[in-house]
C-alpha cells in the first residue's frame, strides 16, 4: 500500500452486515468497536492493579483518535481491549461491524505495538508478508503488498534484513508497516513514535494517517507526544483508568 494507491472510502455493505447490528441496538452499523462499561483489574487480593474502571467509548469508520494521559492511566490497556487481544474484567467490548473477536486479526484489525514484535528468524520483508498469507492472501499479492508498504515508510532497501540488523527507528517502522500493508478496517497505534525522532516520527504518522483516508479506516493512536495528538481531529483523555474525555452519549446508555 502506499499513498498514492487509490482504494474506495466507501463501507463494504458485505463486512459491515458480519457484525450482526441487533435490532434496537443505538450504534450505527459502521460502528467498528465498542467499550461499553469495561473494566480491566490485574492480579487480585492486595497485589490487584486497576488499569481500566467503567470506560465507554465507540469508534466509528472514519475516526481519527488520540488517546491521551500520563503513563499507567490506562491508554495501552484500552488499546489492547479494542483490538481484542484483552478481554475485560467487568463490561463488554463489541464490534457491530467487524464481526465476532475470533474474526479481527488477521484482517480488519491491525495493531502497531509499542514493543518489539519482528519474528528474529524471517527478514523484514518477510515479517510484514506474514499477517497477510496467515490472511489467505497469494504469496505474490502478499509480497507486492509489503514492498509497497515498506516503501512507503521509507524501507524499500531493507526487505532482505533480519531484525537483528535493523536500528530501533527502523524496526519500529518496519512494525508500521506490517500493519499498513493488511489495509486494516480498524488501525490501532501504541505510542508509534515514541523510539522514533522527530521526522521519522513525522513519517509513520503522515504514513498512518495516508493508509486510514486510502482504506476509509478508523485511526487511534495512544500517544503522550503533543504533536503527534494535533494531528488527530479527536481527542480521548485518560486519567488513572478512567476516560474523561471522548465518550459518546450512544455508549453511555
Known amino acids: 500500500m502506499n499513498g498514492t494507491t487509490a482504494r474506495s472510502m466507501a463501507p463494504d455493505p458485505s463486512r459491515g452486515a458480519a457484525g450482526g447490528q441487533r435490532e434496537g ?47 499507567g492511566s490506562g491508554k495501552s490497556t484500552l488499546l489492547h481491549l479494542l483490538a ?31 514493543a518489539p514484535s519482528l519474528l528474529a528468524p524471517l527478514n523484514v520483508a518477510e515479517n510484514v508478508a506474514l499477517p497477510l498469507l496467515l490472511a489467505g492472501v497469494d504469496e505474490g499479492d502478499a509480497g507486492q503488498r509489503a514492498s509497497e508498504a515498506l516503501a512507503t515508510l521509507g524501507l524499500e532497501g531493507l526487505g532482505t534484513k533480519l531484525p537483528e540488523e535493523l536500528s530501533g527507528g527502523q524496526a519500529q517502522r518496519v512494525v508500521v508497516a506490517r500493519a499498513l500493508a493488511s489495509r486494516p478496517r480498524l488501525l490501532l497505534a501504541d505510542e508509534p513514535t515514541g523510539q522514533l525522532d522527530h521526522a521519522n516520527g513525522a513519517l509513520v504518522i503522515d504514513a498512518l494517517l495516508a493508509a486510514a483516508a486510502a482504506d476509509g479506516a478508523a485511526l487511534v493512536i495512544t500517544t503522550h507526544d ?16 478512567r476516560l474523561v474525555t471522548g465518550a459518546t452519549l450512544e455508549c453511555l446508555a
Open 25 to 71: 441496538d443505538p450504534e450505527p452499523a459502521q460502528s467498528l468497536a465498542r467499550c461499553h462499561k469495561v473494566a480491566r483489574t490485574y492480579g487480585s487480593g492486595a497485589a490487584a492493579s486497576v488499569a481500566l474502571q467503567n470506560v465507554s467509548c465507540c469508534v466509528r469508520a472514519g475516526d481519527r483518535i488520540a488517546a491521551t494521559g500520563p503513563s
Open 84 to 114: 481484542g487481544l484483552d478481554t475485560p474484567t467487568a463490561g463488554t467490548v463489541t464490534w457491530p461491524a467487524l464481526g465476532p473477536r475470533s474474526s479481527l486479526r488477521p484482517g480488519p484489525v491491525a495493531v502497531v505495538f509499542q
Open 226 to 241: 503533543e504533536r503527534v495528538a494535533d494531528r488527530l481531529a479527536q481527542r480521548w483523555r485518560l486519567d488513572d483508568g
